[in-house]
């Protein structure tokens, strides 16, 4: 199943996902990677978790992949880099942390704890806290002082460098957006 396609360029693609024989207890996870002319499985061990995002940063150049698994006691959720050679696990738990990305830079949230993260000096540090928001989920936009997220309610919500705004709800569940200049 492929469950992520994006890329930092035309030549440079990413497909995360996963594949099993017929039975949800065995799963293979595996990456793609396209060049610019053709595609190649991405070499890596065999690791029991489903990839749902993949992003590469800019800053530092390792693939951030975020992951879920279904066991008897639910779903555990998965960060983990790559840098080519070595997967670092940064988030094992219940609550789901996923991944984002602004011009290149990755972020990752935690909606439960209305928190968003950067990776630094080897370890998760928290970048910016909406406690008592209506921050709900996710990080996309044009910079870390103009981005949007998703906000309670379907709500979509702006950030200007200063405090979140809402700018446009809807009845409809938000599954994507796209920042397009003119």
Not at 5 to 16: D, L, N, Q, R, V
Not at 67 to 85: E, P, R
Not at 96 to 105: A, E, Q
Not at 112 to 132: A, D, P, Q, T
């Amino acid at each position: 199943i492929f469950n992520d396609i994006w890329g930092p360029s035309s030549s440079e693609i990413y497909i995360a996902g996963s594949a099993n024989n017929g039975s949800a207890d065995s799963v293979k996870s595996f990456i793609l990677k396209y060049d610019g002319s053709i595609w190649q499985y991405i070499d890596i061990p065999e690791m029991d978790v489903n990839f749902s995002k993949i992003r590469k940063n800019s800053s530092d150049n390792l693939l951030y992949l975020s992951g879920l698994n279904f066991y008897s006691t639910g779903y555990i959720y998965y960060i983990y880099i790559y840098d080519g050679k070595t997967f670092t696990k940064l988030y094992e738990g219940s609550k789901p942390m996923l991944i984002g990305n602004v011009r290149g830079k990755v972020y990752i949230y935690k909606s439960s704890e209305r928190k968003i993260f950067k990776y630094e000096n080897g370890g998760l540090v928290e970048w910016k806290n909406f406690s008592g928001t209506q921050y709900n989920s996710g990080i996309f936009g044009r910079s870390e002082i103009d981005f949007f997220t998703y906000g309670l309610n379907n709500t979509l919500l702006h950030y200007n460098g200063t405090d979140l705004q809402p700018i446009y709800q809807n009845n409809n569940r938000f599954n994507g957006a796209y920042i397009l200049e003119k």
